[in-house]
């Protein structure tokens, strides 16, 4: 079981998942996510009333399908603004590209492979 404090309230696992944590806010056991556990504890250390961590989780995964997503690939940011699949871009060699997250990734380990390949034809 692993412990963290924040806010000067004990965080701590449930079981042996590293992913659902819990907190006692005055007689009461919150369950949640780390992060929704979290805001859970801002807002009672803010407003003094208690919101159950399942109120966050949802509003985050509304919120996260709107906003977009990023990702690392091989050293590169892989970004989406808009949530649709082939609304992907990369700032890759000085230049913006664009596609579904898959041609991305393919065109990246593509060109990573011929500059590799180059590279030991130099070496020979």
């Known amino acids: 079981m692993a412990v963290a404090s924040y806010r000067g309230m004990e965080l701590k ?31 009672w250390c803010e407003s003094a009333s208690i919101i159950d ?10 919120h996260e399908t709107s906003e977009g997503m990023q990702e690392q690939f091989a050293g590169f940011t892989l970004k989406n603004d808009t949530g649709q699949p082939g609304d992907w871009y990369c700032m ?17 380990e593509k060109t990573i492979i011929e500059l590799r390949q180059a590279s030991q034809a130099k070496k020979e």
């Open 13 to 43: 696992t449930v079981g042996q998942s590293t992913d659902i944590w819990q907190v006692k806010i005055k007689n009461r056991v919150l369950t949640g996510s780390m992060v929704a556990v979290k805001k859970s504890v801002d807002w």
């Open 53 to 62: 961590p399942k109120e966050f989780e949802s509003l985050a995964s509304k």
């Open 92 to 108: 890759f060699n000085g230049r913006l590209i664009k596609g579904s997250k898959l041609g991305l990734q393919k065109h990246i």
